[in-house]
């Protein structure tokens, strides 16, 4: 018998090539899966699955993951609701300072990190004056090389919000679709000069937010007209004129899932290939 644990967790993308478990590279995956039967005293491997992968030097703060385990495992002998806290501290004293597991928890029935959550929230940070630059937080926010007009650029994002085919601004992956659709796209300056781009949709292909936002600021240092960006989502496959933005401006900051009832039914659905109203089925 094995029980479905829901881990918590955070990390700087920084060091780490990646989520996803690659042969002789340092991911976060691979710590994870390293150490979890490590602490808990198990002989078989603990594959854990991961609501968004990140890309090398991604970071996330609000990353949400889970892990099959016995019911009743040697370090958690109080079953289920004792090896989760168990897990949570000994992680904590083995992990790397980069890795954080804030919490973890009995999941409930229908639970799947993955299939089961119903949005991903990113936030793509930038700089594009000296005077905004802050050392502490180099790691965490890219530069623009030109100043940005903040207002159109969230203004032109608006034509991106929907369901589309996503194709312009994705790398392209075999049998996988690029229809997404996207609830929210804000750009804000802050107070300090930081330009803060928010976007949320039910999920993201590969290098989709790095992209968007390497063509919103095109139309925003005024290299790109508002139209452009529009007309990218017409296009069929990866278009070669939108820049990809460096990682370390892009951090998870959220996954949301439905009320618990309704987990085992979203994992369905999220299964199934999506397509645009009156495309092919």
């Keep these: ?13 920084t060091r780490f090539a990646g989520w996803a478990r690659q042969p ?13 039967p490590r602490v808990l005293r198990l002989h078989e491997p603990t594959p ?14 609000g990353q949400v993951a889970h892990v099959d385990l016995p019911s009743r495992c ?20 083995v992990l790397p300072d980069d890795l954080v597991v804030r919490r973890v928890s009995v999941a409930p029935d229908g639970f799947d990190a993955r299939f089961s959550a119903v949005w ?19 790691v965490c926010v890219a530069m623009s090389r030109h100043a940005l007009d903040v207002p159109a650029m969230h203004a032109a994002g608006q034509s991106l919000v929907g369901l589309h085919d996503f194709a312009a601004f994705c790398r392209p992956r075999p049998g996988a679709t690029t229809i997404r659709a996207l609830h929210l796209l804000a750009v804000t300056r802050l107070p300090d000069g930081t330009v803060e ?34 007309g990218l989502l017409r296009r069929p496959d990866r278009a070669g004129d939108v820049f990809v933005m460096a990682p370390r401006g892009l951090t998870l ?6 009320p618990d009832a309704d987990l085992g039914e979203r994992a369905t659905v999220a299964r199934s290939i999506r397509s645009l109203p009156g495309g092919p089925l």
């Design 1 to 13: 018998m094995t029980a479905r644990f829901r881990l918590d967790l955070a990390y700087d993308g």
């Design 24 to 36: 002789d590279l340092r991911t976060v995956q691979g710590e994870l899966e390293a150490w979890i």
């Design 48 to 61: 854990v699955t991961v609501a968004g992968r990140t890309d090398a030097g991604v970071h996330a703060r």
């Design 74 to 93: 040697d370090a958690g002998r109080g079953g289920p609701s004792e090896t989760g806290p168990l897990l949570a501290r000994r992680l904590a004293r």
């Design 120 to 138: 991903r929230r990113y936030c793509y940070r930038l700089w594009d004056a000296p005077e905004s630059v802050d050392p502490l937080r180099r």
């Design 197 to 230: 781009v928010d976007v949320r949709a039910d999920a993201f292909c590969h290098s989709m937010v790095r992209s968007v936002v390497g063509a919103l600021v095109a139309v925003g240092d005024g290299s790109r007209a508002a139209a452009w960006l529009d």
């Design 253 to 258: 900051e959220e996954v949301g899932y439905p």
